[in-house]
T-cell receptor, first 114, second 112 residues
Framework: EAGVAQSPRYKIIEKRQSVAFWCNPI?????LYWYQQILGQGPKLLIQ????????DSQLPKDRFSAERLKGVDSTLKIQPAKLEDSAVYLC????????????FGPGTRLLVL | AQKVTQAQTEISVVEKEDVTLDCVYE???????LFWYKQPPSGELVFLIR??????QNEISGRYSWNFQKSTSSFNFTITASQVVDSAVYFC?????????FGSGTKLNVKP
């Protein structure tokens, strides 16, 4: 069974530029999560989708971050414009259902904002 | 409020030593789940175990074992006879009230 796929793996941009990350969850998983992990810290949830609806986006900086999961499968996370403090690893995870199910993580996208 | 505390920021051991990673959680939920994940230097979070709040039996998987004690709200993880490949950051997580909470992680260094 294929795992969670993410691309790109690495991205370097200058501040004020925009960037987009893509995630394809495990087949059949209804719930998709985007996390931000700053070096030395645990993952911080940015947004959670159940199929194509948003369940929780309380920690998403909506003035610059946006995410969509239009067909309830793959998802895109965008940052526009990027700030230096956005440098982090962006992790995508998926689970069969919301709440108590195990989350399976992709390899992450390492973003460096200069 | 729900919370996961991993008080050990970093642990260093010599290969073949046993090591225990501590995890303490807080929740008022009656049904919750606890998890451990491993994050090697490559960066991907690897699922290790999931345990529900009604199952306090300890679990062993090879060199790994987990001790769940509801009375002390702890879910500790022990690696027996550690190996260099065990070097990673280990995260404890709590699923409660339909949300996921990660601890801050414990970095384990296993030296040859």
């Amino acid at each position: 069974e294929a795992g969670v796929a993410q691309s790109p793996r690495y991205k370097i941009i200058e501040k004020r530029q925009s960037v987009a990350f893509w995630c394809n969850p495990i087949s059949g998983h209804a719930t998709l999560y985007w996390y931000q992990q700053i070096l030395g810290q645990g993952p911080k949830l940015l947004i959670q989708f159940q199929n194509n609806g948003v369940v929780d986006d309380s920690q998403l900086p909506k003035d610059r971050f946006s995410a969509e999961r239009l067909k309830g499968v793959d998802s895109t996370l965008k940052i526009q414009p990027a700030k230096l403090e956005d440098s982090a690893v962006y992790l995508c995870a998926s689970s069969l259902d919301t709440g108590r199910e195990t989350q399976y993580f992709g390899p992450g996208t390492r973003l460096l904002v200069l | 409020a729900q919370k996961v505390t991993q008080a050990q920021t970093e642990i260093s051991v010599v290969e073949k030593e046993d090591v225990t990673l501590d995890c303490v959680y807080e929740t008022r939920d009656t049904t919750y789940y606890l998890f451990w994940y491993k994050q090697p230097p490559s960066g991907e979070l690897v699922f290790l175990i999931r345990r529900n709040s009604f199952d306090e039996q300890n679990e062993i998987s090879g060199r790994y074992s987990w001790n769940f004690q509801k009375s002390t709200s702890s879910f500790n993880f022990t690696i027996t006879a550690s190996q260099v490949v065990d070097s990673a950051v280990y995260f404890c997580a709590l699923s409660s009230f339909n949300k996921f909470y990660f601890g801050s992680g414990t970095k384990l260094n296993v030296k040859p």
